[in-house]
DNA sequence: GTCCAACCGGAATAAGCGTTCCAGTTCGTT
DNA sequence: AACGAACTGGAACGCTTATTCCGGTTGGAC
């Protein structure tokens, strides 16, 4: 009736604790890495532990590679909330997406190999690092810094999704970041031949 | 000394060339199909035939997926192509993203099932394609219509890899794609306060 | 120091998948 | 109509990988 096969309860015994963190550093390693490949026995080998321990200290190999790309993805989320906290709220936008692609571009975390996958953690953090964006977009757009006549989604989706993609392109570097902020804000920036709505794209939703 | 495995004649017998396009159609039905499992097993139950068939027709499950998905690029190519011949270069491109998103949103190709693998044909079309799109961007700046303050490469990479990111969003819609064409091209288009040149973004590669 | 439950890891297991085999079928030429 | 080469597809093969087994090891309470 309850969980079927519980997410294993914390480990009791020192040694499993210690072997668990290996296990989790070793994944977050291959995570970043980008040609490695994500088996159980390689992140095993990198963590230095057999491939039983790895798997039977999160209980399966997907809730492994979850714990370890949320754990990358914190600090992400953590740095989101605090732009939301800054004075100039476009100007914490704009820093915030150049974060956003840089962390992505160091960090080529979820390299394709996981599409598929069950990462409840993961996809957790994804909604919360979504939202912060939204909210962020939201206090730019009050202060005046975006253009309102794009339906909000827009924005959002645009960001998340394109930040990302900039990002993972292969040519990345911080000029093609830095041009790619620039274009964005200037195209969300409330356009000169316009009043506040304008009637080339209708947020019909 | 020459192609080891070569991709196969073309097969002589007419159930062989009938067969080989069933199974090129299974293939791009099953890449188009969101949630598909794209085994040679699902392939060849798609074609209604043996998986030893599919497997012959293109010599290795990678050649026939490469086959499909070259397949499925192809119209979309010859569309850059097209919109490179318009008058008006900056409408041209306008249209032309437009229909890269419609079409990247419905057939959901290339979903990440197919990373790591060798998809030559495809690798060619994908330049054809970024090649073009990049001319489409010169073409339209040299018309005035996008501003020279930006490196070139930022606009390309962008546009391609952008437009395939939106495309992809699980929320994807024409509203969608319409606001993210129109912030793009705003935010390209050239910039009021500056010059032709501006000193936000340094093209230093 | 003792002892046992918790834990480890190499080996066995099991499942998925691409590719190849081969006996039977079919095309197309004569 | 007949025959050989081309082709088919179910079954077998081989490989990769996540997961489980189990005999041996170790942490930590007493």
Chains 1, 2 share one sequence.
Do not use: C, W
């Amino acid at each position: 009736m309850s969980t079927p096969k519980a997410a294993q309860q914390q480990p009791r015994r020192a040694d499993a604790i210690r072997n668990r963190n290996l296990a989790l550093e070793a994944a977050k390693t291959l995570l970043v890495r980008p040609g490695a490949t994500l088996t159980v026995e390689t992140i095993a080998r990198q963590a230095g532990l057999g491939a039983a321990t790895v798997v039977r200290a999160f209980g399966t190999k997907d809730a492994l590679i979850d714990a370890a790309t949320a754990d990358l993805l914190e600090p992400l989320v953590q740095r989101a909330r605090e732009a939301l906290t800054e004075d100039d709220p476009g100007a914490a936008l704009r820093a915030f997406l150049l974060e956003l692609i840089d962390f992505q571009a160091a960090h080529r975390v979820m390299s394709g190999q996981l599409e598929g996958l069950q990462l409840p953690l993961t996809a957790t953090l994804r909604t919360e690092l979504r939202d912060a964006l939204h909210a962020m977009l939201a206090r730019a757009r009050d202060a005046g810094a975006i253009r309102t006549d794009i339906h909000p989604a827009v924005t959002t989706v645009l960001l998340g999704e394109a930040t990302y993609a900039i990002a993972r392109s292969s040519e990345s570097s911080p000029e093609l970041a830095a041009g790619f902020v620039t274009v964005m804000m200037d195209g969300l920036r409330p356009q000169p031949g316009s009043g506040a709505q304008e009637p080339e794209a209708r947020p019909t939703v």
